[in-house]
């Protein structure tokens, strides 16, 4: 059973940075598709960025876009999303998320797709 556990949330300034962190704990983490998505209080899950299984292709939401990265080391079985440049309507619960898929290139990042997710960690930006 994959188990996803996410961290490095908090409270952030606008402009500021945030560096969250997926642990997965299947050993075979190189056949997954991963993504991070985020629900604000009244609103529906909405994809951040998702990545292929190799790393080798990545989607962003516009609204993220030059702002977030999205990165995977499937050696530590880890994936990261860099926050920069923090606005508050980023203010949401992310939650890491992760689909079997052996390979292909990631072309959409949209929540029904994925059927393992972690518990989430909150980010709150706010002066």
């Known amino acids: 059973q994959l188990q996803l556990v996410e961290s490095g949330g908090g409270l952030v300034q606008p402009g500021g940075s945030l560096r969250l962190s997926c642990a997965a704990s299947?050993?075979?983490?190189?056949?997954?598709?991963m993504g991070w998505f985020r629900q604000a209080p009244g609103k529906e899950r909405e994809g951040v960025s998702c990545i292929s299984s190799d790393g080798s292709s990545t989607v962003y939401a516009d609204s993220v876009k030059g702002r977030f990265t999205i990165s995977r080391d499937n050696a530590k079985k880890m994936v990261y999303l860099q926050m920069n440049s923090l606005k508050p309507e980023d203010t949401a619960v992310y939650y890491c998320?992760?689909?079997?898929?052996?390979?292909?290139?990631?072309?959409?990042?949209?929540?029904?797709?994925?059927?393992?997710w972690g518990q989430g960690t909150q980010v709150t930006v706010s002066s």
């Open positions: 299947e050993f075979t983490l190189n056949y997954y598709f």
């Open positions: 998320a992760a689909d079997l898929r052996f390979r292909g290139v990631v072309r959409t990042c949209k929540a029904p797709e994925y059927g393992h």
